[in-house]
């Protein structure tokens, strides 16, 4: 499997602010994607991160409150723009990959999380 | 559009006990995967198992296994033997590699 860091791991911040969060992967990836877990919540996907271009965005997630970058197929960030109490959450970073990469095709792995918390 | 439903919000089983967690789902792509997480209260999200609609023979994983009865739409989580770091917050999921759709989650308390 591949290992999977993020940071920070966790942060209080003041609304109105911005936080940018980043996402290491010790291997090549295909897929990386960005989830928010509200508190008490499930797992909701922000979007997929791509290598080269814009990153891609589910319904009711919009690139300017959630700038997406990925330069390269190891590493992506996620930054939280203008926030609101409503974006305390933790926000996790997850990759999978096809055939060649470590990552076996079918399984999506998850980085340890960032706590983030708004005043 | 895929769901997954899991009707358990908490459960609780003793020690070195086998205990069942319950997920059905819905979709309508002919090709799918069903997927089980961890979430301890750390955070982290760590995979389980994983069972592919194709799949003849059920998943297993060390003292987990994947109960999936295609015709019921259920993928239940069976582990065996509980032990107390198995106290945590577990999620279904169903897609593929490329796009997760995640139940609700169940609660496991492992009792001493």
């Known amino acids: 499997s591949a290992v999977i860091s993020q940071k920070p791991s966790r942060d209080i911040c003041q609304r109105g602010t911005s936080l940018t969060i980043q996402c290491q992967v010790d291997?090549?990836?295909?897929?990386m994607f960005w989830y928010r877990q509200q508190p008490g919540q499930s797992l909701t996907l922000i979007a997929t991160a791509n290598q080269g271009s814009e990153a891609t965005y589910e319904s009711g997630f919009v690139i300017d409150k959630f700038p997406i970058s990925r330069p390269n197929l190891t590493f992506s960030t996620l930054t939280v723009s203008n926030m609101s109490p409503e974006d305390s959450s933790i926000y996790l970073c997850s990759v999978a990959g096809t055939s060649g990469s470590d990552v076996p095709p079918y399984e999506q792995y998850f980085g340890p999380g960032t706590r983030l918390t708004v005043t | 559009a895929q769901k997954i439903t899991q009707t358990q919000p908490g459960m609780f089983v003793q020690e070195k006990e086998a205990v069942t967690l319950d997920c059905t789902y819905d979709t309508s792509d002919p090709s799918y995967g069903l997927f089980w997480y961890k979430q301890p209260s750390s955070g982290e999200m760590i995979f389980l198992i994983y069972q592919g609609s194709y799949d003849q023979q059920n998943a297993t994983e060390g003292r987990y296994s994947l109960n999936f009865q295609k015709a019921r739409k259920s993928a239940n989580l069976v582990i065996s033997a509980s032990q107390l770091g198995d106290s945590a917050m577990y999620f279904c999921a169903i897609g593929s590699a490329r796009q997760l759709t995640f139940g609700s989650g169940t609660q496991l308390t492992v009792l001493p």
């Open positions: 291997s090549q990836v295909t897929m």
